[in-house]
């Protein structure tokens, strides 16, 4: 079974400041989402990366898929508050589910 | 368009209530189905899952059942709610295809006092 970590599981940084979120998975997976979850909603899809090397950009954020070091990373650009919130890593898994990481709980100060 | 219908939104439920929540998606066929289950500033836990019409997968060992009676409609049900079945439930589904990611549900936040 699909074992997702993410690592910072807490993450505060000022503005404009630049940071970076890991998603580590334990076995073979053929596809990486990344979710964005704001307090007390649901999961908005942000990326999926289906191939090694894959790299999606969507304004301050960037997302990259590493298959053979089984590593993702979300790169946050020049924070702004907006960004504040909940960011999750999943992993599919040998069946259609996906498994997913904790979550990087993200705050940015002004 | 595809959309995907979950409620209720909110729910408090005696222990040892029944529970019936129930998920719709329109505007596609045949999608996979999923029930997921965070807990207060926690990750999301797989419950269920289904590829088709009265197939569902469990993940987790507990007092909650799924139902898939129609293609487009996923059920998750309780006979007895426990203390521990607290927690926000979403439903998600994509296409078969794994070049989409899931699209979920807006979420029922289940109260069990």
């Known amino acids: 079974e699909l074992k997702v970590e993410q690592n910072p599981l807490f993450l505060s940084m000022q503005e404009g400041k630049n940071y970076t979120i890991y998603c580590n998975y334990s076995?073979?997976?053929?596809?990486l989402y990344w979710y964005r979850q704001d307090p007390g909603k649901s999961l908005e899809s942000l990326f999926v990366l289906l191939s090694n090397g894959a790299v999606k950009q969507e304004g301050r954020l960037m997302a990259s898929l590493d298959t053979k070091a089984r590593l993702s990373t979300l790169h946050i650009t020049a924070a702004v508050h907006d960004l504040s919130a909940t960011y999750f890593c999943?992993?599919?898994?040998?069946?259609?589910?996906?498994?997913f990481g904790a979550g990087t709980r993200l705050t940015v100060k002004p | 368009s595809q959309t995907i219908h979950q409620w209720p939104a909110t729910l408090v439920q005696p222990v040892g209530s029944p529970l019936s929540l129930e998920c719709t998606v329109e505007g596609t066929s045949n999608p996979n189905l999923y029930w997921y289950r965070q807990a207060a500033g926690r990750g999301l836990q797989l419950l269920f899952y289904s590829v088709g019409i009265g197939q569902i997968s469990s993940e987790v060992p507990q007092n909650l059942s799924a139902s898939r009676p129609q293609d487009r409609q996923f059920i998750l049900s309780s006979k007895k709610l426990l203390l521990s079945d607290s927690g926000f439930y979403l439903c998600?589904?994509?296409?078969?295809?794994?070049?989409?990611?899931?699209?979920f549900g807006s979420g029922t936040r289940l109260t069990v006092v």
């Open positions: 998600a589904w994509t296409r078969d295809s794994k070049d989409y990611g899931y699209t």
């Open positions: 076995t073979t997976s053929d596809r």
């Open positions: 999943a992993g599919g898994n040998n069946n259609n589910d996906m498994r």
